[in-house]
């Protein structure tokens, strides 16, 4: 059974920075961010394959997050910079055997209990 842990959200101001890491029990799954915003549905974020060489970025936060992988750790990290309002929500880390088409959630096998993610001055 995979298990994964996040940690690293909080309250930051619009313009600042977060990282978000989640640790993962096995190595063989693409692991993704998701996040939800009150009154809206779930949003795929990001994605990374097992080796860390394919990154899938939505286009709401292309140029503004990151997503890396350390095996070695079993870590997944989300560098969000400039961060603004609109991101704020609950982050969730996932794990799915392949990269999931579109960011869409029906391909994920497993979900993180999800951290909150708050952006206001």
């Known amino acids: 059974q995979l298990q994964l842990m996040e940690s690293g959200g909080g309250l930051v101001q619009p313009g600042g920075s977060l990282r978000l890491s989640c640790v993962f029990s096995l190595d063989y799954y693409a692991i993704g961010w998701f996040r939800q915003a009150p009154g809206k549905e779930r949003e795929g974020v990001a994605c990374?394959?097992?080796?860390?060489?394919?990154?899938i970025v939505s286009d709401s936060v292309k140029g503004r997050f990151t997503i890396s992988r350390d095996n070695a750790a079993n870590t997944v990290y989300l560098q969000m910079n400039n961060l603004k309002s609109e991101d704020t929500g609950v982050y969730y880390c996932?794990?799915?055997?392949?990269?999931?088409?579109?960011?869409?959630?029906?391909?994920?096998?497993?979900w993180g209990q999800g951290i909150q993610v708050t952006v206001s001055s």
């Open positions: 990374i394959n097992v080796s860390g060489g394919t990154r």
């Open positions: 996932t794990a799915s055997l392949i990269i999931p088409r579109g960011l869409g959630p029906s391909e994920v096998d497993y």
